[in-house]
């Protein structure tokens, strides 16, 4: 932060002079590029052996330490007193979206692929839209086209993840497959360790436990947020209840001390990357970007994510892709699209109705807060307008 206040006049006139619009799109391809690495680098730590809850406790304390004083600086005039039930609720709402989440994740990661674990996730804002509108959060209107457009997506993102999780099909493209001559390059495969030995269909069903998870998340954010609106507070919250619960968790799984102990420089790095980067840098980058560019926009860069983590794990993990996992990505990045798309042309329809409001129909307009409550991306609350 420090640098920040001695960079030159000069570099930040020539950086305020580039069109915001330009500036989105660089830092959200820069936002996809760091989450993209989170996906190899949790890969790369589990192919060495470090432990799965060691490093899920340990990338929550360094978010707790880099979240909670900017929660307790930046949020003090507009932070409720803190109540029993909001503690329960905090508890709960870690429960779901820490423990549940990030577990399920690296479980499905140890038996699957980066590529495929990344390919899954896009399917969230489906399953957020089918939880909300199950849990009559949000009305589905089959009688106009967002309404189709969004059931379609979500359907299609269903199909995509039953594919992935029950045909892998035949090897489309393996990087290791040609004779590898170089022999740095072999050292540096083999100090990632061995990426194979997994058990593909448990993986996909740990990644859709996830996704359930994390869509779960997002949903029971909405009534706690409309009475408990410091956003940064309630991730802090979440994030120091979902520490507890992993040192409970730990203190049965992982009784080894070893364990908890760095044998390498690269798993030092792994645990600082999650950490710090996937935690810290991207959550203040996606803050920022869902405030100025919208939900919706950030939503549409996810697909670019799971391109990046395939060229990134071919590279660094020598990642196969297989027929089945790639008709999957397909249809979710599709449905995807079909969602986001409904979801746009919903909130265009709301405007127009706030614009011009009908006695008829004002128990069904929605306003634009609650329309972008479904559609926040991995590792963040919902934005600040939503709920």
Not at 41 to 52: D, E, I, P, Q, Y
Not at 161 to 172: D, S
Not at 221 to 238: D, N, W
Not at 347 to 353: C, D, G, N
């Amino acid at each position: 932060m420090a640098d920040m206040g001695g960079t030159s006049p000069a570099k930040r006139s020539m950086w305020c002079s580039v069109p915001e619009k330009v500036q989105l799109h660089v830092a959200m391809l820069a936002l996809q590029v760091g989450y993209a690495g989170f996906h190899v680098v949790s890969r790369a730590a589990l192919n060495m052996g470090f432990s799965k809850i060691v490093f899920i406790v340990y990338r929550n304390v360094i978010a707790l330490a880099l979240l909670a004083p900017f929660a307790y600086f930046l949020e003090k005039k507009e932070r409720p007193a803190i109540t029993l039930s909001f503690l329960v609720q905090f508890f709960l709402l870690a429960l779901v979206g820490i423990t549940a989440n990030q577990g399920f994740y690296l479980l499905g990661l140890d038996n699957t692929t980066p590529t495929f674990a990344s390919a899954i996730q896009n399917s969230v804002p489906a399953i957020t839209f089918l939880m909300a509108a199950l849990l009559r959060i949000e009305k589905v209107r089959l009688d106009r086209k967002d309404g189709i457009a969004k059931v379609a997506g979500t359907i299609a993102c269903v199909a995509g993840a039953t594919v992935i999780t029950l045909y892998k099909g035949p090897t489309i493209y393996s990087p290791s497959g040609a004779p590898v001559h170089d022999t740095t390059k072999l050292l540096f495969f083999s100090s990632l360790g061995d990426a194979s030995g997994k058990s593909w269909t448990l993986g996909c069903i740990f990644l859709i436990g996830h996704c359930l998870s994390w869509s779960g998340w997002l949903v029971l954010q909405a009534p706690l947020l409309k009475k408990y609106p410091a956003r940064l507070s309630v991730t802090s919250y979440t994030c120091f209840f979902g520490l507890i619960q992993f040192l409970i968790i730990s203190a049965f799984i992982e009784r080894d001390a070893r364990a908890w102990l760095f044998h390498s420089g690269a798993e030092l790095f792994s645990v600082l990357y999650a950490g710090i980067v996937a935690s810290g840098i991207a959550f203040a980058v996606q803050i920022w970007c869902i405030d100025r560019g919208g939900p919706v926009f950030v939503a549409v860069y996810q697909p670019v994510q799971t391109l990046i983590v395939a060229i990134m794990a071919s590279i660094a993990l020598g990642e196969e892709f297989y027929l089945g996992g790639i008709i999957g990505a397909v249809l979710i990045v599709a449905g995807l699209y079909l969602v986001l798309w409904g979801k746009n042309e919903e909130a265009k329809f709301a405007r127009e109705r706030t614009a011009t409001p009908s006695v008829a129909d004002h128990g069904s307009s929605k306003t634009p807060a609650h329309i972008k409550s479904s559609l926040i991306q991995p590792l963040l609350p919902s934005s600040t307008e939503a709920v």
